[in-house]
């Protein structure tokens, strides 16, 4: 490399080569070419003779093997200020301040720069601006023999003492000292400006050889973008320039990896090594706790700032809790977690308490206890027993005879509920108990308007005749007393006579028992009735109450006696015999004799007992 284009680097350099740390200081990026001129030196000064060194240390090699004066090398040594400046009055200066006014058109904070007079201060504010010099090659001073060359050649320090000799302004003086510090550095070995140490850290030197201590944001020249006076923020750690996931002033900031600038973009980074990795919003921040990334909700370690790579239940920034899958994801719906199931819900991802969730697209679902734990088996919810499957957990959706978690079997229907009463099953009738919900399997049953008698297998016969009647009637009547006071034995004396043991056409179209007239909850049949008159009996058409079951028509019988207030003597009295005479003297009937024919209904068919019965409950 030349000597004038040493000169041409250094005002190249001093166009563009500046940083901004904190916004305050200024510094020269010249170092960067007086660096490789120091390189060039080094390797030229390998050929430089012993016996060739002369009392000025700045000599140009004149090698006998040189074919012309133009191709000489300007070799860079350590040499004393005085020598330099020696060299430096031989050179050929010209025009120094024409550069200047060159520099300062092509870059407009290069005068504030050149004002400088003070290259580095106590705070380590770096050299602000190069000055340039167009003359080098005189720079250059021969010494010595065709056979040998100089053993070490000081061009910049020349230069700079060339171009001190000739400054005439005080803009060309403090040029002329920046050209001095950039060559001092130079020839000192100082490294300055951005460099990559044996670790493959970057770091960043300041022009007096030394870094910042301590975390600091600064605007440094860019590492990557080669654009004339680019520059870029970057963190520094005692001069490193940190990257990744950082923190900084109470938040974690994310750091390009390739650029170390801070990355202002939506985006999920994962970095070299890592299985997982962070979540940078728009501003640079790494988010963390629940957030949500591509349509789907995850959760980032507050800790770490990484994607959570394993299923477990935690807490967001919010307070609530989620369970995480080991994708990273919240899950929904039914998760196994330690042994248990749970549900949660597909809208808030919440965990499922005490409520029943049907999943989307499901047409049954699952019920959740106080703790969130999904439940099985038999289950009270509602009011109403229902049986979820053991092994799917959901409601069951069918009819099925099932063993309950307490090992008792249970009819249950296609809504998933417990079923009582009389059940179809698989071409036989069984009778399931009302209160257990646990299948009969002896004695006899009623159930609405039929009662069976029952076997060991828990099949159902159904029962015909009188005794049957009398088996259908007998609760209705004892809760009537119960609910009324009308005594028992006269309300079965009273259905047994005028419906013919239930078999009258009014008892069986219409479970009308005792000829009431009407309507029952908006409900009659008309039907041909004899009437008793002065002339004897005579027939008309009438309504009659229309019932759904006997046990209907039976408590119908005691509001109708209890609600009228002609028949108030009779209520809450033991006495059969005393009932059935003030039923007639009342009015309740005009044959006159009823009462009699009543009492021979109650004591043919041992009627008194439901009476007893009724009395002890």
Not at 173 to 192: F, I, L
Not at 402 to 427: D, I, P
Not at 474 to 494: C, E, F, M, N, R
Request: charged residues 15%; proline residues 2%.
């Amino acid at each position: 490399m030349t000597v004038e284009r040493i000169v041409l680097e250094l005002m190249e350099a001093h166009k563009h080569f500046k940083m901004y740390k904190d916004g305050k200081k200024w510094c020269v990026m010249a170092i960067t070419t007086a660096a490789t001129v120091l390189g060039v030196a080094t390797a030229t000064t390998a050929n430089a003779q012993a016996d060739s060194v002369s009392e000025n240390p700045v000599v140009a090699s004149a090698s006998a093997q040189s074919t012309s004066s133009s191709s000489q090398q300007v070799m860079l040594a350590t040499a004393s200020e005085s020598s330099a400046t020696d060299s430096a009055t031989s050179a050929n200066v010209t025009n120094s301040a024409s550069v200047a006014s060159q520099v300062s058109a092509d870059n407009e904070t290069a005068s504030s720069a050149l004002n400088s007079t003070s290259v580095v201060s106590a705070e380590n504010v770096e050299v602000s601006a190069v000055a340039t010099v167009e003359a080098a090659s005189s720079a250059v001073v021969s010494s010595g023999s065709a056979a040998s060359t100089s053993t070490s050649v000081q061009a910049v320090s020349s230069v700079s003492n060339a171009v001190s000799s000739s400054a005439t302004t005080s803009q060309e003086a403090d040029s002329a000292s920046a050209v001095r510090e950039v060559a001092s550095v130079a020839t000192s070995g100082k490294k300055s400006g951005w460099v990559t140490n044996a670790s493959g850290q970057k770091v960043y030197y300041n022009s007096n050889g030394t870094t910042d201590t301590g975390r600091e944001y600064v605007q440094l020249p860019s590492l990557t973008d080669t654009t004339k006076g680019a520059t870029g923020w970057y963190l520094l750690q005692d001069g490193v320039a940190q990257k990744g996931a950082q923190e900084w002033y109470g938040s974690e900031w994310y750091f390009d990896p390739s650029t170390y600038q801070l990355l202002k973009e939506n985006t999920y980074r994962v970095e070299k090594g890592q299985k997982v990795g962070y979540l940078v919003n728009s501003n640079g921040n790494v988010l963390s706790g629940v957030q949500k990334w591509m349509g789907t909700y995850y959760y980032f370690d507050p800790s770490t700032y990484l994607l959570l790579d394993h299923q477990d239940y935690v807490k967001s920034q919010w307070g609530d809790y989620y369970m995480v899958g080991s994708n990273g994801a919240l899950m929904a719906g039914l998760v196994s977690w330690q042994g248990s199931k749970y549900y949660f819900d597909q809208s808030s991802y919440l965990l499922a308490k005490n409520t029943y969730s049907v999943p989307n697209g499901q047409k049954v679902g699952y019920l959740s206890g106080s703790d969130g734990k999904v439940l099985s088996g038999v289950q009270k919810w509602m009011g109403t027993y229902y049986y979820f499957d053991p092994s799917t957990n959901l409601l069951l959706d069918h009819q099925d005879y099932v063993k309950s978690q307490w090992g008792y079997y249970y009819m249950v229907g296609s809504n998933g509920a417990l079923m009582t009463g009389v059940v179809s099953w698989q071409g036989s009738l069984y009778y399931f108990d009302p209160s257990s919900y646990l299948l009969k399997t002896s004695g006899s049953v009623v159930s609405g308007n039929s009662a069976y008698s029952v076997a060991s297998d828990g099949k159902l016969t159904l029962l015909t005749g009188n005794q049957a009647f009398l088996m259908i009637i007998k609760q209705a009547a004892i809760d009537g007393w119960k609910k009324y006071g009308v005594l028992p034995s006269v309300t079965a004396a009273q259905a047994i006579l005028e419906s013919g043991w239930g078999k009258s056409t009014l008892a069986t179209e219409a479970y009308n028992l005792f000829g009431i007239k009407g309507s029952y909850n908006g409900q009659s049949v008309t039907m041909l009735t004899a009437e008793y008159g002065s002339s004897g009996y005579y027939y008309i058409y009438d309504q009659f109450r229309k019932y759904p079951s006997y046990y209907q028509s039976i408590e119908d019988h005691g509001y109708f006696l209890a609600s009228n207030s002609r028949y108030s003597n009779l209520l809450w009295n033991r006495n059969y015999s005393t009932v059935t005479y003030l039923l007639h003297e009342d009015g309740y009937a005009t044959d006159p004799n009823y009462a009699s024919s009543l009492n021979s209904v109650i004591t043919a068919n041992g009627l008194t007992s439901w009476d007893y019965e009724a009395f002890n409950s």
